[in-house]
């Protein structure tokens, strides 16, 4: 397959886009004001908020699909500039689906489980939705003008950590750099997520392009842990000290945009579609743990341009 990546220097598009190059698809990444540099695969430099730019690429490239993965992803950003959070999030992800369908290219559209108010936690994909936050607003904005002009769209809703090309980008890496240097930090105690390893989620957008399907899917891990629960479980794995993790509850401390407190989703809709069922937090783990013995983080940061 020849893929359209966008967003191809974000945690999530370059893990994916090498990922596919590694199991014997080629990638065109669109990637925005980070080039990149010795990458295995093609690039062009796009500003997906000018349409014909957007619409140039696609017919430059000529994929066999679609992953979209740029976005606004800063929710305190988001506070700041919601309308340009408002137009990448929720206008661009509309436009993009559409010349999809127009040229009849299978599409991924990359959501959040911030959808939800999280006040309950488990959440299937037919659960009422109540985003709290201007960027988990526009994301399902972003959701609905997809579906709306491509019904055969896939929505995957996810929350993943991993290595990225800054080497600061997700939650992993904070606690990863902190724990490394003895340095203090907090944990929340009372926020809980499902969280994939993002080269995990990446194989399993991959197989959900090749199976075909279409609509929204928590593409999510089985299991879910506090914020807290998941830095010890770093510390624990890399051999740092836990007891640098102070726990804490989230309204211990103020922070920008409001953050929905019990996030865990579940994944069964997209483990029965697939036949598997997807890794656990421990599992994602020991991937992050290993990739960092074998370099991986190095290798990413030597593409940052
Ligand atoms: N990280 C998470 O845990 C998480 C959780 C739930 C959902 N998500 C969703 O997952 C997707 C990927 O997130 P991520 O964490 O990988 O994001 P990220 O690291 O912040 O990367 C965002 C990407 O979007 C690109 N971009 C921003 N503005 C653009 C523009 N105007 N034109 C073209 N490209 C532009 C960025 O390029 P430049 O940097 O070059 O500008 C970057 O490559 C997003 O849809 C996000 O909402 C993420």
């Not at 370059?14 to 990922?19: E, F, H, I, P, T």
């Not at 904070?174 to 009372?190: I, M, R, W, Y």
């Not at 990446?202 to 998941?230: Q, R, W």
Request: glycine share 8%; charged share 20%; proline share 5%.
């Amino acid at each position: 397959m020849h893929l359209l990546v966008t967003g191809a220097s974000g945690l999530l598009g370059l893990n994916l886009s090498l990922l596919a190059v590694r199991e014997g698809n080629t990638v065109t990444g669109l990637v925005h004001s980070h080039g990149l540099s010795g990458v295995p695969f093609q690039q062009m430099q796009v500003d997906l908020l000018q349409e014909q730019e957007a619409l140039c690429a696609i017919q430059t490239a000529k994929p066999d699909a679609i992953i979209h993965c740029a976005a606004q992803a800063n929710l305190n950003l988001a506070e700041r500039d919601p309308q340009l959070t408002q137009r990448l999030n929720a206008e661009m992800p509309g436009f993009l689906a559409a010349a999809a369908k127009q040229n009849q290219i299978p599409f991924i559209h990359i959501s959040t489980d911030a959808v939800f108010d999280g006040e309950r936690g488990g959440y299937v994909e037919d659960d009422p939705v109540r985003p709290i936050s201007v960027y988990a607003k526009t994301k399902l904005a972003g959701e609905q003008a997809v579906l709306e002009n491509n019904p055969d769209a896939i929505v995957a809703r996810v929350v993943f950590y991993g290595w990225s090309l800054s080497g600061v980008r997700s939650l992993g890496e904070f606690f990863f750099n902190n724990l490394k240097e003895s340095h203090p930090v907090n944990g929340f105690t009372d926020t809980f997520f499902s969280p994939l390893y993002v080269e995990d989620l990446s194989k399993v957008l991959l197989d959900m392009l090749t199976s075909g399907l279409i609509g929204i899917y928590h593409v999510v891990s089985p299991e879910s842990v506090s914020k807290y629960a998941f830095g010890v479980r770093i510390a624990d794995r890399f051999g740092f000290n836990p007891q640098l993790i102070s726990p804490i509850k989230s309204s211990e401390i103020k922070r920008g945009a409001s953050r929905s407190l019990n996030l865990s989703l579940n994944p069964g809709k997209v483990e029965k579609a697939l036949g598997y069922t997807l890794p656990t937090v421990d599992d994602g783990l020991e991937q992050f743990y290993l990739r960092w013995q074998q370099g991986y983080p190095k290798q990413l940061q030597s593409y940052a341009s």
